[in-house]
């Protein structure tokens, strides 16, 4: 980053924090969001195991059961045991074991042993129900078990649900069947407190729940809208029975009778999405935190100062007292930069006040270099008078052009410095008293001179005086060479930035030829000739006063 593209030093400090906090905020949540995927499979994984483990847990005891049943078949088939012989052994045998309603075992031989701790449970239905279990398909049990070929089922015997175990062949055994009552499966799905929010259940082929233990009881609610039956094993979302959106584990316990299925809610996930919003929000914020602390700090410490000396330079030049303000909270390089500020603000006054009094020798001498320039016209102007009384005719004519002149060169420079000071000359005023002059001094008594003025414009002296030259050029020149002639000089604005001045006689008047140097008093005036003079107009020149 360019720290040369910002052109303040506020901009430039926070240019150069943003630069810093950047890669920074890019780490964090790049940390965020591997700690946010790392937690969440986390979660599938013990979500994954959790229905592993209740899997195992009924594979455990689904084998337990059968080897159970057959351990019995051989134990009656080696007393000789038969019909009722048996019975009453065999009731004993399930009133030892919590939860084995009855049994059914055909020896090789064709012998047949059953009982039932239910006397709704008859030898009829329990044949019936191996019968209609030997004609399924038997269930898919993991190779290497040494076990004989088993039906596992949930079946429905003298009006009540049994979780069924169907075998046949294997030790000396025909068959054998083993009816289980399900809530003897509540210890195997027993859930403790640090399973809230999961539900655990093994169902049968048709979504028909065999046990189920859950937070609330009884409650199936949890359990999925849909059947889903893993192949294998599955993890998926989807609507439950009471309209929630929960996650759901099932593992396959035999093929395809049964699987287990696990229920979690989303309070693992919404704690790893907090942590993941904590561990994102709390670095952003802090940094956010430290560029607001940086900004005032940079105000209170930098930019305040900066300011103050900003004012004082910016200070008017008549206020003698602007000076950067110095305090002892002051950072040691502002300081520095305040004092060499005020330093330079001193030296600056001590040469103002010498300049300005050096302007102001100068302007005194300059008063007194005009004064006397306007009182020696003065004198030259009066001696021309008291010389012009000795002679007649053309000599008398060409002192008093003289004498005009020279009025000309004093009013100028009495109106320039009428106020003390050298000003711009108002050229109404000045027209208007050489036209007094010119009247006074060249005309002859059947002759007038007149002025038409309609202009409030100055000019500099510079420009002022080539102007009534050129003024008293024409009106002389006209005056001589023609008797009983009246002459009006006439100065008006054109426009906001120009002025006309021309010279008109009472009749028509045969031009002379100027002087050379009428031309040189033109450029000196910066005027631009309109009109040549032509009968009656006798010249007409545009002045600029505006630039």
């Not at 048996?86 to 919590?98: D, G, H, Q, S, T």
């Not at 109404?428 to 007038?448: H, P, S």
């Amino acid at each position: 980053m360019r720290l040369t593209r910002f052109s303040t030093v506020r901009a430039r400090l926070l240019a150069l924090l943003v630069a810093i906090a950047l890669p920074i905020a890019g780490l964090t949540a790049l940390a965020a969001i591997t700690t946010y995927q790392t937690v969440v499979t986390a979660i599938e994984i013990a979500q994954a195991r959790t229905a592993d483990d209740f899997a195992v847990r009924v594979r455990v005891w689904s084998r337990g059961a059968l080897r159970a049943l057959i351990s019995a078949g051989s134990m009656i088939a080696s007393t000789g045991l038969n019909g009722e012989t048996c019975r009453a052994p065999a009731r004993e045998m399930l009133n030892r074991i919590p939860g084995y309603r009855a049994f059914r075992i055909v020896l090789s031989d064709g012998r047949v042993c059953s009982a039932s701790l239910d006397s709704s449970v008859t030898d009829t239905e329990l044949a019936a129900a191996s019968g209609q279990l030997a004609a399924l398909p038997q269930s898919i049990t993991s190779p290497g078990s040494r076990l004989p070929g088993t039906r596992y089922d949930y079946v429905r015997v003298g009006g009540r649900d049994h979780l069924a175990i169907h075998f046949r062949g294997g030790d000396g055994l025909q068959e054998g069947l083993l009816l289980v009552d399900p809530g003897l499966l509540d210890q195997v799905f027993e859930l403790d407190s640090s399973n809230d929010g999961m539900n655990v259940a093994l169902v049968s082929s048709g979504a028909a729940v065999v046990a189920h233990r859950d937070q609330n009881g009884s409650d199936a609610s949890w359990l999925p809208a849909h059947e889903v039956v893993p192949a294998n094993s599955e993890r998926w979302e989807a609507e439950s029975r009471a309209g929630k959106s929960r996650t759901y584990a099932a593992r396959l316990i035999t093929t395809p009778d049964f699987y287990v299925i696990a229920s979690f809610d989303d309070g693992p996930e919404r704690a790893a999405r907090m942590q993941f919003l904590a561990l994102l929000l709390a670095p952003l914020l802090t940094l956010l935190l430290l560029g607001v602390v940086y900004l005032r700090a940079i105000d209170r410490h930098c930019v305040r100062w900066l300011r103050g000396i900003e004012t004082a330079a910016r200070a008017p030049s008549n206020r003698s007292g602007a000076r950067a303000v110095i305090a002892d909270e002051m950072p040691s390089d502002m300081r520095s930069v305040a004092e060499a500020f005020n330093t330079m603000v001193d030296e600056q006054e001590v040469r103002r006040r010498r300049l300005q009094t050096a302007l102001d020798d100068n302007r005194f001498l300059v008063r007194e270099l005009h004064h006397r320039v306007k009182n020696s016209l003065q004198v030259v102007q009066s001696y021309i008078g008291l010389t012009k009384r000795d002679y007649r005719d053309d000599a008398r004519l060409a002192l008093a052009d003289a004498e005009c002149r020279v009025h000309v060169l004093s009013a100028a420079y009495r109106f320039t410095l009428a106020d003390g000071e050298m000003q711009p000359v108002r050229v109404d005023l000045f027209i208007e008293d050489v036209v007094t002059m010119i009247a006074n001094l060249l005309r002859r008594r059947d002759q007038w001179v007149s002025s038409r003025l309609d202009t409030a414009a100055t000019l500099s002296v510079d420009r002022i005086i080539p102007l009534g030259f050129l003024v008293v050029d024409v009106a002389s020149r006209v005056l001589r060479e023609s008797p009983g002639v009246s002459i009006t000089i006439i100065v008006r604005d054109i426009d906001e930035a120009t002025l006309e001045v021309a010279l008109e006689a009472d009749r028509d008047i045969v031009p002379s030829e100027p002087p050379r140097l009428f031309a040189g008093l033109v450029a000196q005036i910066e005027a631009v000739q309109a009109e040549r003079a032509v009968g009656h107009r006798l010249g007409s020149w545009h002045v600029r006063h505006k630039a």
